[in-house]
């Protein structure tokens, strides 16, 4: 069936570093992806998205990037910063006629050490 | 910044009651969503809306559950006989384009 999965479920790095977090997903048909960063207690905030048309986006501070070849997706995070940390989610929407409905990921927890 | 707004931020309630969660959406926005998620787990699409009818529903969204828009600003989720297996925490989420937005969401603790 469809599925987003996320190959490291834990991440911990230095203040200053940059943090790279990974998703696969495994629907073809996806022509959109997000990530969400989510923070205890809190619904999931809206980091950066990307169409299948593209294979790069950037932010601040953060990129996105996509490779549908082997359909995985990034999130590059630049000089991370104790307030980066939280749980990142990856999320796909199917093309057609699907209304958006969003399959997520199992999430990565990032932990910024100062 | 508009954002999506939820209440009741936690509401606890006895197995077999009835509970109403209220959103307000992005008011521009066309879209409309719930998800939940189970303590620990990831976040599951429950059911969207638009144009006054619901467009898709995941098999969680069974007959217990229902949403409605009554009026031009609130987007609510009724569940009508709760479960002690729908504790969890309940998303709304709206758009306008491409990007969802989530509100903080409502904690349902079913006793």
């Known amino acids: 069936g469809e599925s987003v999965g996320l190959h490291l479920p834990t991440l911990s790095v230095q203040e200053g570093d940059n943090s790279i977090i990974n998703c696969a997903y495994s629907n073809s048909a996806s022509d959109y992806f997000i990530w969400y960063k989510q923070e205890s207690g809190k619904g999931p905030q809206f980091i950066i998205d990307i169409r299948s048309n593209m294979d790069k986006r950037q932010g601040q501070r953060v990129t996105v990037l996509l490779n549908k070849t082997v359909k995985h997706l990034s999130l590059q995070i630049a000089a991370t910063q104790p307030g980066d940390s939280a749980v990142y989610f990856c999320?796909?929407?199917?093309?057609?006629?699907?209304?958006?409905?969003?399959?997520f990921g199992q999430g990565t927890i990032l932990t910024v050490h100062p | 910044e508009p954002e999506v707004t939820q209440t009741p931020s936690h509401q606890v309630t006895q197995m077999g009651q009835e509970v109403i969660l209220r959103c307000v959406p992005i008011s521009n926005h066309l879209y409309f969503y719930w998800y939940r998620q189970i303590l620990g787990q990831k976040v599951e699409f429950l059911v969207s809306f638009y144009n006054n009818e619901i467009s898709e529903k995941s098999e969680i969204f069974d007959d217990q559950f229902s949403v409605e828009r009554p009026d031009g600003s609130n987007f609510t989720l009724k569940i009508r006989s709760t479960k002690l297996e729908d504790s969890a925490m309940y998303f709304c989420a709206s758009r306008e384009t491409y990007t969802q937005y989530f509100g903080p969401g409502t904690r349902l603790t079913v006793l």
């Open positions: 999320a796909e929407a199917g093309g057609g006629t699907s209304y958006g409905k969003l399959t």
